[in-house]
Antibody, heavy 119, light 110 residues
Framework: EVHLVESGGGLVKPGGSLRLSCAAS????????MSWVRQAPRKGLEWVGR??????????DHAAPVKGRFTISRDDSKNTLYLQMNSLKTEDTAVYYC??????????WGQGTMVTVSS | QSALTQPASVSGSPGQSITISCTGT?????????VSWYQQRPGKAPKLMIY???NRPSGVSNRFSGSKSGNTASLTISGLQAEDEADYYC??????????FGGGTKLTVL
């Protein structure tokens, strides 16, 4: 069974940093394009970014609101996806979901991890 | 990239059909067949219901169908059931090589 489990969320002060992890199982992780999507409290879904597989260069795309502050990476040897978040702002407060990305869609979702940015 | 436009809410009675629209531009919905739809129940993670405009993942009921005309995509749910009550989001690939979601639609089953 395909599983994505996020971890690393918590409370952080504005300007601080946090690294989220997403452990994958049940599929060939190094063949999967992956993405992060977030959802602020009582708000809609927002795409954060995407990482390609190594054979596609392992390149990343990030949404404008997080570009230059957030970095997506992957460790295929550990079947793990990461989201490094720096210079955090209060508006980054959200549940962060890890997803697989295929055929232009977010196919499989994790349960999410909550990030709260507050002083 | 602006969010795609969805109605804030729709409602229907059990057994009826409802349609949720998702309007974008020629740079997203109208330009690519990478429109997808997600169902999100309260407190749960979203679930993919439709991808590539019309395709259903394995396990999704055939009561759910998708379509597109110009810059507007649509999700139709036929034979409405109480369990269909949820928030629904559309998403599209864009010419900026990004992804964009709609604002979400709350479906109420009367």
């Amino acid at each position: 069974e395909v599983h994505l489990v996020e971890s690393g969320g918590g409370l952080v002060k504005p300007g601080g940093s946090l690294r989220l992890s997403c452990a994958a199982s049940g599929f060939t992780f190094n063949d999967a394009w992956m993405s992060w999507v977030r959802q602020a409290p009582r708000k809609g879904l927002e795409w954060v970014g995407r990482i390609y597989i190594k054979t596609n260069g392992g390149t990343t795309d990030h949404a404008a609101p997080v570009k230059g502050r957030f970095t997506i990476s992957r460790d295929d040897s550990k079947n793990t996806l990461y989201l490094q978040m720096n210079s955090l702002k209060t508006e980054d407060t959200a549940v962060y979901y890890c997803t697989t990305y295929d055929k232009g869609a977010f196919q499989i979702w994790g349960q999410g991890t909550m990030v709260t940015v507050s002083s | 990239q602006s969010a795609l436009t969805q109605p804030a809410s729709v409602s229907g009675s059990p057994g009826q059909s409802i349609t949720i629209s998702c309007t974008g531009t020629s740079s997203d919905v109208g330009g690519y067949n990478y429109v997808s739809w997600y169902q999100q129940r309260p407190g749960k993670a979203p679930k993919l219901m439709i991808y590539e405009v019309t395709n259903r993942p394995s396990g999704v009921s055939n009561r759910f169908s998708g379509s597109k005309s110009g810059n507007t995509a649509s999700l139709t749910i036929s034979g409405l059931q109480a369990e269909d009550e949820a928030d629904y989001y559309c998403a599209s690939y864009t010419s900026s090589i990004t992804l964009v979601f709609g604002g979400g639609t709350k479906l109420t089953v009367l």
